[in-house]
Nanobody
């Protein structure tokens, strides 16, 4: 099983990015998927989740700015990030929420002030 995240980059505060993650090697449509992030020197944190049927949860720190979505036909989960702040700077990863899979490399998001 492989998790391949992409779409990161460097933006100024207030900017937007859309991350995507493709899941290879296992059935996807029934997985509870999540986006996580890990800033330098901090623990990895869960920022958003989505069920197979599309019900979502977002953490307080990103609610109203980040939107998680999925395309079960393409085995992908996405994270639209708007109104980015320097505090959003981190490596972003996707994974399941229960029974974690092997972590992929993630994608770096850097927000400058």
């Amino acid at each position: 099983v492989q998790l391949q995240a992409s779409g990161g980059g460097s933006v100024q505060a207030g900017g937007s990015l859309k991350l995507s993650c493709e899941v290879f090697g296992r059935a996807f449509s029934n997985l509870l998927m999540g986006w996580y992030r890990q800033a330098r020197g901090k623990q990895r944190e869960l920022v958003a989740t989505i069920t197979g049927s599309g019900s979502t949860y977002t953490a307080d720190s990103v609610r109203g700015r980040f939107t998680i979505s999925r395309d079960n036909a393409k085995n992908t989960v996405s994270l639209q990030m708007n109104s980015l702040t320097p505090e959003d700077t981190a490596v972003y990863y996707c994974n399941t929420v229960t029974h974690l899979l092997t972590w992929g490399q993630g994608t770096q998001v850097t927000v400058s002030s």
